[in-house]
């Protein structure tokens, strides 16, 4: 009877102990799933047409087929923006020994580090402010004209998201750039090229992102305006200009419209006002296209 009595007693304790466990791997399972690394991400492949670029020693507008690939995310630490152009002109801008256009590759990368998150806090949300962040970033280009633009741009400071609908930020940065000039007779030098070495400027990037709802289609309006201080002597000796570039988009989400799909196929029309474009003296006579003003379209697929 004691031998009975010590077996069942052991079994239920085996019984307690394996139910204790099981409900302890089931609670251990049903742990929520670790956060996404990415709480945002978008790539995008996109295709303007525009009819009125301008270049700085052309004084003719300049026909451009300009196919982009742009990528944006959004981490718990910052974000990051990547974007490549690839920018065929027409004739009007000649390709080096050649009546073909010239092709451009332009590519741009700017980056942030959260303050809020490299302090584990909230210290940088205040009223309208929604973070400031550490931002960096670079450009980088090639051109395959007379002059072979090769351009080398380092840029970093601080950027200020604000706390309204959509988006809307300022990065305070200080540049370094470096260039190409491929033609003698222009470049300073006795019979050889210069490549030019810039001063340290400022630039002060904005960059906006409104929906507008209120009109009942699924359109936003978003762009940037850049403001790039003077950098002192081009290639050819003249002083560079405070340059200005707005380049903004009223963009439709054109597959939600027809039935297809939302957030996947956009078309979109944007206005460009470049002032003093690189740098160049809009006002003088070589200068020629140093100002840009013109309306594009295009479209955009998500991918």
């Not at 979109?268 to 474009?277: A, C, E, I, Q």
């Amino acid at each position: 009877m004691k031998t009975k009595f010590l077996l069942g007693a052991a079994l239920v304790a085996f019984a307690s102990q394996a139910g204790a466990a099981d409900l302890a791997s089931k609670k251990k399972a049903a742990a929520p799933a670790p956060a996404p690394y990415f709480l945002f991400a978008d790539t995008t492949i996109s295709y303007r047409f525009e009819t009125r670029a301008k270049e700085p020693s052309i004084q003719n507008p300049v026909t451009k087929n300009v196919v982009s690939l742009t990528h944006f995310d959004v981490t718990k630490w910052g974000t990051n923006f990547v974007n490549i152009d690839v920018l065929k002109s027409n004739s009007a801008d000649p390709a080096n020994a050649s009546s073909m256009g010239a092709t451009e590759v332009y590519g741009l990368y700017r980056g942030t580090v959260s303050g809020n998150y490299l302090t584990g806090s909230k210290t940088f949300s205040m009223g309208l402010i929604k973070d400031v962040s550490l931002a960096f970033g670079g450009d980088l280009n090639n051109k395959n004209t007379e002059f072979n633009a090769q351009k080398k741009l380092l840029v970093g400071g601080v950027q200020v998201d604000f706390n309204v609908p959509g988006n809307f930020s300022v990065a305070l940065l200080a540049g370094k750039e470096w260039n190409h000039c491929g033609v003698n007779a222009i470049c300073v030098g006795a019979g050889k090229t210069s490549d030019p070495v810039f001063d340290m400027n400022a630039h002060i990037e904005v960059n906006y992102m409104q929906p507008l709802a209120f009109t009942g289609l699924p359109l936003k309006f978003s762009g940037y305006t850049n403001f790039v201080t003077p950098k002192g002597k081009d290639g050819s000796g003249a002083k560079t200009k405070t340059e200005i570039l707005s380049d903004n988009r009223l963009t439709l989400d054109f597959g939600k419209v027809v039935g297809y799909q939302a957030n996947k196929i956009d078309t979109f029309v944007g206005y460009r006002y470049w002032l003093n474009k690189f740098g160049n003296d809009s006002k003088a006579a070589s200068a020629g296209g140093a100002i840009e003003n013109q309306i594009y379209v295009g479209l955009a697929y998500h991918l």
